[in-house]
């Protein structure tokens, strides 16, 4: 394959660094362009310095000053601000731009890059959750290619390879069921957020292994892969499977099911995406099915893990119900993360902001852009109300 030049978006996070092992094991095919971070200044330094991209970006402004002094001596153009993420995607040498950033924050950016071209390698799933219709949209008109990141998604876009003339009749998502599997509601009350970050198969970031512990990461999914893949609600279907060895399945219309296999590791679908369409020999850990002499599945529990049950209402409900969602969601987690509400209250806060917040139709850009903030808004006053 031609060398590919690539930006990453948000390269000091779980899915960022992983994504530069991947570039590490194929310096002939990938070229970073781009590298940008929220707040990380010094691991974004140690990024640039060696893999020497055209520009990095800093978002938080007071970070600034130290990235510039620190690559002073480099050709490296610094910028900083989350409307430098828009700027610095435009540039006419890059190829793919891969979005790592975690939350709605990472809409603007991908929007741009559509537009100037650039094929999209997507980890960020919010982008799809609060805009998935203006997205693909945008990914149609102007020809660009959408390849998914998540391991769910990166495996149904695998299972899809030479079936496009194929009729869908279901996908099943696969669910690790996070650190408290079969766990009941009496005993969810009382969890801490240490607990909550301990996830037993997959390293991640802690916004998304909060998510992964109450099933909202899954309800996500759920979102992005309507989007993904042209399906119906109804066409999609989660299952707990502890061991995430298989990464998602595809039902057919014949009842011919086919399944993307794979340790829990994701430097596998990151590699997929971004040198599609080929496969390239990596030296990758294998699966070897004697270490794994069982596979189990279990009916996910949407009573007690409600957040699941709430995206799949808000993709029922349809118009602007899962921006609502994703934006209460993230105000939730980071209150759980600053121990302002329990675990379970999460969902109760979700759930009233839902309520709260008026139906929009046929929401445009701006309009989703406004109702994000107004939903964090909205749950930020109801902390400690519910």
């Known amino acids: ?42 691991l974004l330094i140690a990024q640039a310095l060696e893999f020497k991209p055209k520009a990095v970006v800093i978002v938080r402004q007071d970070g600034f000053k130290a990235v ?44 741009t890059a559509i537009a100037q071209g650039k094929d999209i390698a997507l980890a960020n799933k919010e982008t799809l959750v609060v805009a998935g219709e203006l997205i693909m949209g945008l990914v149609q008109q102007h020809q660009v290619a ?12 695998q299972c899809l390879m030479g079936e496009q003339q194929n009729p869908i009749e279901k996908i099943y998502l696969t669910a690790s069921g996070g650190p408290f599997r079969g766990k009941d509601s009496n005993f969810l009350s009382n969890v801490t957020k240490n607990e909550a970050l301990k996830h037993p198969n997959w390293v991640m970031g802690a916004k998304i292994t909060i998510d992964s512990a109450s099933l909202m990461n899954k309800g996500l999914e759920v979102i992005e892969a309507k989007w993904l893949f042209d399906l119906s609600v109804e066409q999609i279907d989660v299952i707990v499977h502890p061991q995430s060895i298989i990464h998602s399945i595809v039902q057919f219309a014949d009842g011919s099911m086919k399944a993307q296999m794979g340790l829990p590791d994701m430097k596998l679908p990151i590699q997929n995406a971004l040198t599609y369409p080929s496969r390239q020999p990596n030296n990758f850990e294998r699966f070897n099915f004697l270490n794994y002499p069982s596979l189990t599945f279990e009916k996910a529990d949407t009573q007690t893990f409600r957040n699941l049950e709430l995206a799949y209402q808000a993709l029922r409900d ?18 759980f993360l600053e121990d302002r509400i329990s675990f379970l209250g999460m969902s109760d806060l979700i759930e009233a902001t839902m309520c709260q917040q008026k ?3 046929k929401p445009t850009l701006s309009d989703l852009l406004a109702i994000d903030r107004e939903s964090r808004v909205v749950a930020q006053n109801l902390i400690g109300k519910l």
Do not use: W, Y
């Open 68 to 111: 510039k002094e620190a690559l002073a001596t480099t050709d490296i153009q610094v910028m900083a601000g989350e409307e430098a993420l828009e700027d610095v995607v435009q540039d006419p040498a890059i190829d793919m731009v891969l979005n790592a950033i975690v939350g709605a924050a990472g809409l603007r950016p991908t929007v």
């Open 1 to 42: 394959m031609k060398k590919r030049n690539i930006a990453i978006l948000g390269s000091t996070g779980s899915i960022g660094t992983q994504a530069l092992d991947v570039v590490r094991a194929f310096p002939e095919l990938l070229q970073v362009s781009v590298l940008t971070a929220g707040n990380n200044t010094d």
């Open 318 to 335: 349809g118009g602007d119900r899962a921006c609502v969602l994703n934006a209460a969601n993230e105000v939730a987690v980071g209150a």
């Open 146 to 157: 959408m390849l998914p990141v998540d391991s769910e998604h990166s495996a149904i876009f």
């Open 359 to 361: 139906k929009i139709e």
